[in-house]
């Protein structure tokens, strides 16, 4: 497929501009190769996605990497400075000539990106936008659930193997509000909007306070939750021209919970 064509595509439906004033979406290392036809993604590309195209024999046929986290988060010349190892994997990616392009808030915000990935897994009904933090969504369960009862579903839907529970909240969940990634902090909104519990991830130790103190309900989910974004970002590009070849790379693996 044309490369300008699909990446135009791309921005009609994630527009740059809907990213966070503090993100850094778009191209990342190289340009743009004319025609694209096999295209990796990942939620990260880090040395573990590199070692996998190179055991594969992929380093020469690759046309595109697409990740949901920018390769470069930040001004690059200041990256590319401080950090030797993304340095080194910056100068092999141009060397190659293979082009790292990233979606990353404006994917979380758009139509059919993270966020309504991660309600449709959990099955919810009625889904919309909060209306003080569109990011999110939220929606209903079909059927009411007690919260721990909840929990263990989500897990399952979201395909985690843990999460942390604050039960501090109504003890029946009818209503869920979701925001992948490190959202936390937007739990007040849908508390102040209705929904029963609030999933997200990277909450610190204040907002965990905080929401017992004000009775609510989190679910305190792993920042990998967002490996949604491979098989939902598949979904799109064979929509967009289905003769693409695309590969998803899960290179990221949760942490060991050590229980006492």
């Not at 490996?227 to 693996?253: A, G, H, R």
Request: aromatic fraction near 10%.
């Amino acid at each position: 497929m044309n490369t300008r064509s699909l990446i135009s595509k791309l921005g009609k439906k994630f527009p740059k501009k809907t990213a966070e004033s503090y993100d850094f979406p778009g191209l990342q290392v190289g340009k743009f190769h004319k025609e694209t036809k096999n295209i990796i993604l990942a939620l990260d590309f880090d040395r573990f996605v590199f070692d996998y195209m190179e055991k594969e024999g992929l380093l020469d046929k690759i046309d595109l990497v697409i990740t949901h986290h920018p390769f470069i988060y930040g001004k690059r010349k200041y990256i590319l400075a401080n950090d030797e190892r993304k340095k080194e994997l910056f100068d092999k990616m141009s060397e190659l000539n293979i082009p790292i392009f990233s979606l990353h808030t404006n994917f979380d915000t758009g139509k059919d990106g993270m966020n309504d990935a991660l309600t449709e897994a959990l099955g919810l009904i009625d889904i919309k936008p909060l209306e003080n933090y569109p990011m999110a969504r939220g929606g209903k369960l079909p059927q009411p659930m007690k919260t721990e009862e909840f929990s263990k579903y989500a897990i399952e839907k979201l395909n985690l193997d843990y999460a942390h529970l604050i039960n501090s909240g109504k003890p029946i969940i009818e209503s869920v509000a979701i925001v992948g990634g490190g959202g936390s902090r937007a739990w007040k909104v849908a508390k102040q909007e209705g929904y029963d519990i609030f999933i997200s991830g990277d909450i610190p130790h204040y907002a965990r306070r905080d929401i017992v103190i004000y009775d609510y309900n989190f679910l305190d989910v792993p920042h990998e939750v967002e490996q949604i974004f491979m098989p939902q970002f598949k979904k799109i590009l064979l929509s967009i021209d289905s003769s693409l070849n695309v590969i998803c790379v899960f290179q990221e693996k949760l942490p060991n919970l050590i229980c006492k």
